[in-house]
């Protein structure tokens, strides 16, 4: 899977939910009559944020992102015969992924 990392230096201020959510009895909906959570608003720095939580006197805690670490994975292994095979896959002896892939059969063919 490729994960791309656009939309990743925002910073958003959520509102912690004043009224406890309640189940609408009718449709069994889940309800709430706090219009604060509906809304999220977009900073391009967490100063910005900061800033704009004072100027209002909104309580405010700061979640840093942590750093992901990237995976090193040469490119000959997308092709190597002992490599695992993703879940729900099946490979061409017909086995469910789930073990480590072979490149030998098993199968005898006899002539006709």
Not at 17 to 41: H, K, N, V, Y
Request: glycine share 10%.
């Amino acid at each position: 899977m490729q994960s791309g990392k656009a939309r990743t230096k925002e910073w958003f201020l959520d509102y912690e939910p004043e009224q406890p959510r309640e189940i609408e009895p009718l449709m069994g909906w889940t309800a709430s009559g706090d219009m604060r959570q509906q809304g999220r608003l977009r900073f391009d720095t967490a100063e910005e944020a900061t800033a704009y939580c004072e100027r209002h006197g909104i309580a405010y805690q700061v979640f840093n992102p942590k750093p992901d670490r990237p995976r090193i994975i040469p490119y000959a292994d997308n092709f190597s015969f002992k490599r695992a095979l993703s879940p729900g896959r099946i490979d061409a002896a017909g086995r469910e992924a789930g073990g480590v892939v072979s490149g030998a059969s098993t199968r005898q063919w006899t002539g006709v």
